[in-house]
T-cell receptor, first 111, second 115 residues
Framework: EDKVVQSPLSLVVHEGDTVTLNCSYE??????LLWYKQEKKAPTFLFML????IEKKSGRLSSILDKKELFSILNITATQTGDSAIYLC???????????FGDGTTLTVKP | KAGVTQTPRYLIKTRGQQVTLSCSPI?????VSWYQQTPGQGLQFLFE???????NKGNFPGRFSGRQFSNSRSEMNVSTLELGDSALYLC??????????????FGPGTRLTVL
């Protein structure tokens, strides 16, 4: 059975801090790993990672995948209160239409 | 400023038919992402378009396709509909691609029922 484990489960930091969120996985026939940010209702897409060692970057957020060690990290630098959210990691296998989600990391950024 | 609009709001189709859904992003937004939401699977990412190019595609069969026009409006098409395609299809727009934390604005969705 496919499994995605995220750590830490929750994190409280102050504005300006840098955070690293972790996602490890066990999945048959890996296709891609996705990061989402969920603030209120629906999660919003952040990154899709398919290749090892290639960092994806967007503003203060970046992410990288290690397919040998089966994990990914999401980095947020210079955090802002608007970064407070649940960050979800999901892994797709090659069976179309099925994503396995982790339980998420709840990030709280205090002013 | 007008929000994200999706048409139609509701659709009923039968198995084997095809369907085209439309999304108009917020003015000035060049990225459009599509999601499928079902009670069983939750929210699943379909694809993301930016400047008429598909940037990312989720784990869906080839029956699901999309495109984006020069005015940033986007359409998604599902061919050979199956019962399992019944879902709420959400479109979201943002200013840039791979939002990376930048806010996405969701439309009201198109509720597709396949009989």
């Amino acid at each position: 059975e496919d499994k995605v484990v995220q750590s830490p489960l929750s994190l409280v930091v102050h504005e300006g801090d840098t955070v690293t969120l972790n996602c490890s996985y066990e999945v048959t026939n890996f296709r891609s790993l996705l990061w989402y940010k969920q603030e209120k209702k629906a999660p919003t897409f952040l990154f899709m990672l398919t290749s090892s060692g290639i960092e994806k970057k967007s503003g203060r957020l970046s992410s990288i995948l290690d397919k040998k060690e089966l994990f990914s990290i999401l980095n947020i630098t210079a955090t802002q209160t608007g970064d407070s959210a649940i960050y979800l990691c999901a892994v797709d296998n090659t069976n179309a239409g099925k994503s396995t989600f982790g339980d998420g990391t709840t990030l709280t950024v205090k002013p | 400023k007008a929000g994200v609009t999706q048409t139609p709001r509701y659709l009923i189709k039968t198995r084997g038919q095809q369907v085209t859904l439309s999304c108009s992003p917020i003015s000035g937004h060049r990225s459009v992402s599509w999601y499928q939401q079902t009670p069983g699977q939750g929210l699943q990412f379909l694809f993301e378009y930016f400047s008429e190019t598909q940037r990312n595609k989720g784990n869906f069969p080839g029956r699901f396709s999309g495109r984006q026009f020069s005015n940033s409006r986007s359409e998604m098409n599902v061919s050979t509909l199956e019962l399992g395609d019944s879902a709420l299809y959400l479109c979201a727009s943002s200013r840039t691609f791979n939002p990376g934390g930048n806010e996405q604005f969701f439309g009201p969705g198109t509720r597709l029922t396949v009989l």
